[in-house]
């Protein structure tokens, strides 16, 4: 389990390291471009939704567990960019299926 730190002094959200590794492809691209966007998610042990808005200049950390060598999904990276683009922001969704294929 990895933490998204968001914000000054840092809000920790607690998220699967392999859900935080997708993530933080299609968010650092995003913010890359200057793009600011909502990132929501369910909290599956309150039951609870979240959305924070994501912006370039608020500070935020990724710190996974787990060594970061596994492969990349490349399909779950297109489904998350598609959803990031859309007006409703980036949610976090399930990892397809699909044989994970690496990325560099």
């Not at 990349?72 to 044989?99: C, K």
């Amino acid at each position: 389990m990895g933490n998204l730190i968001y914000g000054a002094p840092g809000d920790e959200i607690p998220l699967d390291d392999r859900a935080l590794l997708h993530l933080r492809v299609v968010v650092l691209a995003k913010l890359r471009r200057d793009e600011k966007f909502a990132l929501s998610w369910d909290d599956e042990a309150t039951g609870r939704s979240h959305t924070i808005w994501l912006h370039p200049a608020i500070p935020l950390q990724f710190v996974l567990d787990a060594s970061t060598n596994t492969g990349l999904n490349r399909h779950w990276i297109e489904q998350l960019t598609a959803v990031a683009n859309s007006g409703s922001g980036l949610r976090l969704l399930p990892e397809p299926l699909a044989e994970p294929a690496a990325i560099a």
